[in-house]
């Protein structure tokens, strides 16, 4: 049922247009991408005040500095990218309109995701300064701060996002929703490269 | 189905909740726009009261009418008020309220942000406001300067507060910017390709992009702030390899675009109000958008004009003075379009247009002092000196406050259905155009005979004496000009002209449905074939028919020619946006204190958005496959 047209006027009909739509049509896919844009906007000032402050320093980081073991940050790069692979089976599959890798690629990537949160908590246990030690131990804290926030909210958005497709019923306009969770994930997973390296391997 | 029947259906669908639980749940955009107008409007006049505070302690030389502390909180919270509480939200509050009108769209892209957006807005100012009233409200600056507002200099609880009213405000900013650049690219009525826009739209549009890269420089600023506050974090602290001036980059890198995020709506309105009065087209629409894309660009790359005195090397300095100046070119340009438009145009005198006339006057000083402060030579001269105050007062006032009266003016009958009186109404004009001059302008002199800003009381044998006395009775009369435009509106809305729909015979889709406007905003959408959608409508315009009157259905257009694309469902009140707003506000409150409201508030606003998220019945088309 939908409304008709008044009589003696010219009208357009969109009774028969979709509910949905993916992509660049969705307002929610300008949604997530003005999200991202602030995002990034937070990470690349946290990025300028780490390279502002280290500008005053000779020796930077300052001495005495500890690192968490590097194998164990490498652990949770790694972790972080394998999500992307099941992730990318629903982002495909979303767009099929097929569930089953959808939720396969949900449950893989949580799980992934998930072991990226154990292994970000033992890096956090092991960095050998604190926030207060010195302005590279608060810069540095902030940004693991930042991350590690979009980390756990991304794994429980995950988590929550699969408990709901193997819960069902699934509408078909739910199919973007899930390729644009894909995409925050990813983010996730790509915001913390540039991070990795530099607070691994900048060193003057 | 004839139209009546339709008005039931879709009246009963769109049905606004009423009362508190109303208040709280619910999420039509002429709602949340009404909510954030009148809030920032109250917010105004608390800043406007500690304004008359101010200057009745300054009108004479050792006076003791408040205390030097009582003052340091006053320009603080003013200054905080005026740029967070107020400019901001009131034009991002007509924003929400009036753009979707304009483009003929029933509702927003996301109601329920724009819900959550403004009760965070509200937390935030309350917050701030519980502080002041409770004798430890913030008295460091609106820009809280390190180290001034730093552990060393301001022990307590004041800057914390300040802090986090910055954290809940941007909040509330960068939602409703969301929300309101998805709605201008996707909501458009058909035929409103993006260069048929109204320029209002635009100018919102420009500026929710600003707000989105702008706002997240001064939530980091402020979050380390408040962290080197209460766990005691290094950014700051020079001892330990922090650095005071790290504050100042990442504040004006927000707080210089935040002057053209105030002020570019300004314009928008400016370019609206004289199209309506003067029944043309402003001169130069392409140039007119253009202008304020290129004002939003340069306006990214001069916040160091700010800190001229802080010792920075020559070359940065040049190029900064540079690129202030080149503000003045899409400035000039839309002041010429103006200009140009009233001298051709018709030329009807109702009072919003004399607000067009008082800031093509005050703006244009405003610029000029600008143009002289962006010079380093003689900023050194002039910083923090009332020459200063006097400029930020001529372009923020000229530029925002003048239009935005003369707009609210104009779009009162369609809030209220009543007209304004216009006898009063020039009277207002009046008060506000001499009230403003008395007070600022002789505040250009005091900076120049080198009266320091925010000092609480001068000696008498300065000279300073006669200038803040006027100055002082400058104040009274915009106090009075403020509350004329008070009384009119409520003897208006008790007994004006009844409006209908088109008072001014206006051109944009706003003026196309009933004054106010039914909650479905219009019966049946409209379609436009040019820009000014109605002065340029066909005789048997169509319109759009189609949706389904038992859902809350909108149309989404294809991002350049705003041609039909699909609909969308959106939302029903609901009272998750709110509870997810109290729930930050219990973790952000908290963190003032304890760093645990940090988890705290993660975990309570975690159950609020689950709540948020969590599927509603399912009514659409299921997948084939289902689990």
């Known amino acids: ?204 | 189905m004839i139209d009546l029947e339709l008005h039931v259906q879709l009246a009963e669908t769109w049905r606004k909740p009423r009362g508190l639980w109303g208040w709280l749940t619910d999420n039509h955009h002429t709602t949340i726009g009404m909510n954030f107008i009148v809030t920032s409007f109250v917010f105004f006049l608390l800043g406007g009261i500690e304004a008359i505070l101010m200057r009745t302690q300054l009108a004479r030389p050792e006076n003791h009418f408040v205390t030097n502390d009582f003052y340091n909180q006053l320009f603080t919270t003013h200054g905080s008020t005026m740029m967070f509480l107020f400019a901001v939200p009131m034009i991002e509050g007509l924003g929400i309220y009036i753009v979707p009108l304009m483009l003929g769209t029933r509702q927003m892209s996301f109601p329920r942000l724009n819900q959550f957006s403004y009760f965070s807005y509200l937390i935030g100012g309350l917050l701030l406001y519980a502080g002041f009233f409770l004798n430890f409200g913030p008295d460091a600056g609106w820009f809280s300067y390190v180290p001034l507002s730093g552990p060393e200099f301001a022990p307590g609880k004041r800057i914390d507060i300040w802090a986090q009213m910055i954290t809940f405000t941007e909040i509330g900013s960068l939602g409703g910017a969301v929300s309101m650049i998805a709605t201008i690219f996707k909501h458009r009525a058909p035929g409103m390709s993006l260069n048929r826009m109204p320029l209002f739209v635009w100018g919102e549009l420009v500026t929710s992009f600003m707000i989105v890269f702008a706002m997240p420089a001064v939530m980091v600023a402020s979050s380390m702030l408040a962290s080197d506050r209460l766990i005691a974090t290094q950014f700051f602290n020079k001892a330990e390899g922090g650095d005071v001036l790290l504050w100042q980059h990442l504040f004006w890198f927000f707080g210089h675009p935040e002057v053209y995020i105030i002020f570019i709506p300004g314009t928008t309105m400016m370019s609206t109000l004289v199209s309506a009065f003067t029944k043309r087209p402003v001169f130069g629409y392409v140039g007119m958008v253009l202008s304020l894309v290129a004002t939003a660009f340069v306006g990214f790359g001069v916040w160091v004009h700010h800190m001229f005195a802080t010792g920075l090397p020559e070359l940065g300095l040049s190029f900064f003075t540079a690129s202030s100046v080149l503000i003045t070119i899409p400035t000039a340009f839309q002041v010429f379009s103006w200009i140009i438009t009233i001298f051709h145009g018709k030329f009807i005198v109702r009072t919003p247009m004399l607000y067009v006339l008082g800031f093509l006057f005050i703006f244009v000083m405003g610029g000029l002092s600008g143009v002289m402060l962006a010079s380093t030579p003689l900023d050194w001269q002039l910083h923090d000196t009332f020459f200063v105050v006097a400029h930020l007062h001529y372009v923020l006032i000229g530029g925002m406050l003048f239009p935005l009266i003369g707009a609210l003016t104009y779009w009162f009958p369609k809030f209220t259905g009543k007209m304004m009186n216009e006898t009063l109404g020039r009277w207002t004009f009046a008060f506000f155009f001499v009230g403003f001059n008395l007070t600022f302008f002789p505040m250009h002199n005091l900076g120049l005979h080198g009266m320091p800003r925010r000092v609480y009381t001068y000696l008498p044998t300065m000279g300073w004496n006669n200038l803040n006395m006027l100055s002082t009775v400058g104040a009274y009369v915009l106090g009075v000009g403020v509350l004329l435009f008070m009384a009119n509106a409520v003897i208006s809305l008790r007994s004006g002209a009844i409006a209908g729909d088109n008072p001014w015979g206006s051109f944009s889709l706003e003026w196309f449905t009933s004054s106010p406007p039914p909650p479905y905003n219009f019966l049946y959408l409209p379609t436009t074939r040019d820009r000014y959608e109605i002065w340029t409508m066909a005789d048997d315009q169509p319109l759009v028919t189609g949706f389904r009157p038992d859902r809350r259905e909108v149309l989404i257009t294809k991002l350049m020619d705003a041609f039909p694309d699909h609909k969308i469902e959106t939302p029903r009140p609901t009272i998750w946006p709110t509870l997810l707003a109290g729930a930050t506000g219990i973790g952000v409150i908290t963190a003032i204190f304890t760093p645990w409201g940090v988890p705290l508030g993660m975990l309570l606003a975690g159950i609020a958005l689950t709540g948020w998220f969590w599927p509603k019945p399912p009514h659409h088309e299921l997948l084939e496959e289902q689990p």
């Open chain 1, 1 to 204: 049922m939908s409304e008709t047209a008044p009589v003696g006027r010219r009208f357009v009909d969109v009774s028969e247009l979709p509910m949905f739509a993916f992509g660049p049509r969705d307002p929610i896919w300008w949604g997530l991408w003005l999200l991202l844009a602030i995002e990034s906007t937070m990470f690349v000032l946290l990025a300028s005040s780490y390279f502002y402050l280290r500008g005053n320093e000779s020796t930077w980081p300052p001495p005495g500095v500890h690192q968490a073991p590097l194998w164990l940050t490498a652990l949770t790069v790694v972790a972080l990218l394998l999500s992307v692979i099941p992730t990318w089976w629903a982002f495909r599959a979303a767009i099929q309109f097929r569930l089953r890798p959808i939720q396969i690629g949900f449950l893989l990537g949580t799980l992934a995701s998930a072991a990226a949160c154990v292994t970000r908590a033992y890096e956090l246990a092991t960095i050998g300064y604190n926030w207060n030690s010195h302005a590279y131990g608060s810069i540095v804290w902030a940004i693991y701060f930042m991350h590690t926030f979009h980390l756990t909210s991304g794994t429980v958005e995950n988590a929550v996002m699969t408990v709901l497709l193997f819960k069902g019923p699934v509408e078909k306009k739910l199919m973007p929703d899930i390729r644009l969770s894909c995409i925050y994930w990813w983010f996730v997973v790509v915001s913390w490269i540039p991070f990795w390296i530099v607070i691994m391997f900048d060193k003057s």
